[in-house]
């Protein structure tokens, strides 16, 4: 028997008093309680709990979600690492007072995943880092109506490709603006009545902000969808 254990792996070790002729029996305890947490991976292995509701996650889980629901993650720890796999509907992942960082995502508040994926989260102390797994890429947006001199962010943590398109009725002139400088001079000329569609796409970085300057004539119209990528 071990004169000693650690506390999170149980290896063993000798105290400064043991007897000499111990000491191979140590070394040897040691060297097959490391052999066998190497090859089994539990140094490393996050243990599955399967929730169907919401829940506050805690450190060293990987968490299964069974239903549509939100996890909690823990006060952010060093090193802390936390799993969640969506295994039905959708799954957000939230932390008070933190951010999350990733690939994709700079300082968001909460993240969604979708069926089947999933994501592993390791915490500097501060806030939650992606380490693997990636989570809802935001697809399509619906039409929607937009509004002349007004700024849009397109999306706060994601790239985007925007589509803007005018209906107008009549001679207009206009300047297509991201982050407060001129992107291109968007022109139309609907005269008499008959209608005119303006269109133009355009990528924006993550909290880039675009707008619609006008400088003379009348929109019908403006709508604007985009591809988060």
């Not at 968007?186 to 569609?197: A, C, D, P, V, Y």
Request: glycine residues 10%; negative net charge.
């Amino acid at each position: 028997m071990p004169e000693n254990t650690t506390t999170h792996y149980s290896l063993p070790y000798p105290s400064g008093t043991g007897a000499v002729k111990l000491g191979a029996t140590d070394i040897g305890e040691l060297a097959k309680s490391i052999d066998t947490l190497l090859f089994s991976g539990e140094a490393a292995r996050l243990s599955l709990v399967e929730h169907g509701s919401s829940v506050a996650a805690k450190a060293g889980e990987l968490l299964k979600m069974t239903a549509t629901a939100t996890v909690t993650l823990p006060t952010p720890a060093l090193n802390a690492i936390v799993g969640v796999i969506c295994a039905t509907g959708e799954t957000t992942i939230k932390m008070t007072g933190a951010k999350i960082f990733g690939d994709f995502i700079t300082g968001a508040e909460s993240i969604t995943l979708l069926l089947n994926r999933h994501v592993i989260l390791q915490s500097d102390g501060t806030n939650w880092y992606i380490l693997a797994g990636e989570p809802l890429r935001g697809g399509l947006t619906t039409p929607t109506i937009r509004a002349l001199n007004t700024k849009y962010v397109a999306n706060a943590t994601r790239p985007a490709w925007v589509t803007v398109w005018m209906n107008v009725a009549e001679v207009f002139e206009s300047e297509l603006l991201r982050n407060g400088e001129k992107l291109a001079a968007l022109r139309g000329w609907g005269e008499g009545g008959k209608e005119q569609t303006i269109s133009i796409s355009f990528m924006c970085n993550p909290g880039d902000e675009w707008e619609v300057k006008k400088i003379s004539g009348n929109v019908l119209q403006i709508d604007s969808f985009q591809a988060n990528l």
